[in-house]
């Protein structure tokens, strides 16, 4: 018999004397996957496709499934008594739960990652960063803009042919499949590594004329060497890099020199989950988790996958 997610977070958290409650912060966050797995599968049933006909912080349009996701998740993660305050990519500004002691943690979270996907049953994605406040003083928005290197987990969630719930703590990375029969998330992907050798490069061909042409000189050299996997739906792209190798890139452009990615909550969990399997992820000249966020919607440039192949897309940006 699989081994439930609890069970699991123990044996990988035992002995931590800085993580109490964190299993409870993850147990929050697969109740509201949960909910929010289950919306997915109805989908036209559920009267989720679509939009609201409203536009997010981003200037996005939002999906009906980013409204519901959005609602979820705050409320499962202000609920479960161990978050003080959290951010939200469909939220402009954070949303504030406790100064108490008893509040350790802080999240910042892209509810439904791809949500637009789901009007034609493409998988979709949730994706979290969590960290652990400094101290007991009071919470405010600049207590939630933490280098991605001080995070103490980070979770995502693919909503695909099954529903993959992911763990990474320091050094560990672990996948949870939920049982459609009992609700429940079995443990199915014990500690993941990153394998050796990379099996694809995942790119937005169609940008290719907007990039930096050191950009387009390093896309080339991975046109050569690998086949091309581009879901366009980030969770979906980065979880296959993770399972079987390769590296994805959202690079910025003219027009979006940052690029379309968000620092908080999607590039430094899922660079924090690539580094704990043995990958690696940059910005095109840094290390994503050394990135100090100056506001919570920040974007950045994202290069995340096999570390010695990541490596070598970051040579060839800096030889021009
Ligand atoms: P493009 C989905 O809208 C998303 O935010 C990510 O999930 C995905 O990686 C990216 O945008 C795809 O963007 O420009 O290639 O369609």
């Known amino acids: 018999m699989a081994t439930m997610l609890r069970d699991a977070l123990e044996a990988n958290l035992a002995g931590r004397s800085d993580a109490d409650g964190l299993i409870e912060v993850i147990e929050a966050i697969a109740e509201g996957a949960s909910r929010v797995d289950a919306l997915t599968r109805r989908a036209a049933l559920a009267d989720v496709l679509g939009d609201t006909g409203e536009t997010n912080v981003q200037g996005e349009i939002v999906q009906r499934l980013d409204a519901a996701g959005t609602d979820t998740f705050v409320e499962v993660l202000s609920e479960c008594g161990r978050v003080a305050a959290l951010a939200c990519e469909e939220l402009e500004d954070a949303v504030f ?53 001080e995070q103490i987990a980070a979770v995502y969630v693919v909503y695909g042919s099954s529903t993959v719930l992911v763990t990474a703590t320091e050094r560990r990375v672990d996948g949870f499949t939920l049982d459609p029969d009992s609700g429940a998330f079995l443990h199915s992907h014990p500690d993941i590594t990153i394998p050796a050798k990379c099996a694809a490069y995942s790119v937005n061909e169609g940008n290719a004329g907007a990039w930096q042409p050191e950009m387009q000189a390093a896309v080339a050299e991975l046109r050569e060497a690998y ?92 030889a021009g």
């Not at 637009?116 to 939630?144: C, H, W």
């Open 227 to 318: 086949g091309l996997r581009y879901v366009g739906s980030l969770v979906a792209d980065f979880h296959r890099d993770l399972l079987k190798g390769g590296i994805f890139l959202y690079p910025g452009d003219r027009s979006s020199p940052a690029g379309k990615l968000r620092l908080g909550y999607e590039a430094n969990p899922l660079c924090y989950v690539a580094e704990q399997a043995g990958g690696a992820g940059s910005d095109g000249r840094q290390r994503i988790l050394d990135l100090t966020p100056e506001q919570l919607h920040q974007r950045t440039p994202l290069i995340v996958g096999n570390a010695d192949v990541v490596q070598s897309v970051l040579q060839r940006l800096s």
């Open 97 to 149: 739960v406790s100064d108490a002691p008893s509040h350790p943690y802080l999240a910042l979270f892209d509810p439904v990652d791809g949500s637009s996907n789901i009007d034609v049953a493409v998988t979709i994605g949730s994706i979290f960063a969590i960290y652990k406040r400094a101290d007991d003083s009071p919470v405010s928005e600049q207590t939630l803009l933490r280098p991605g290197r």
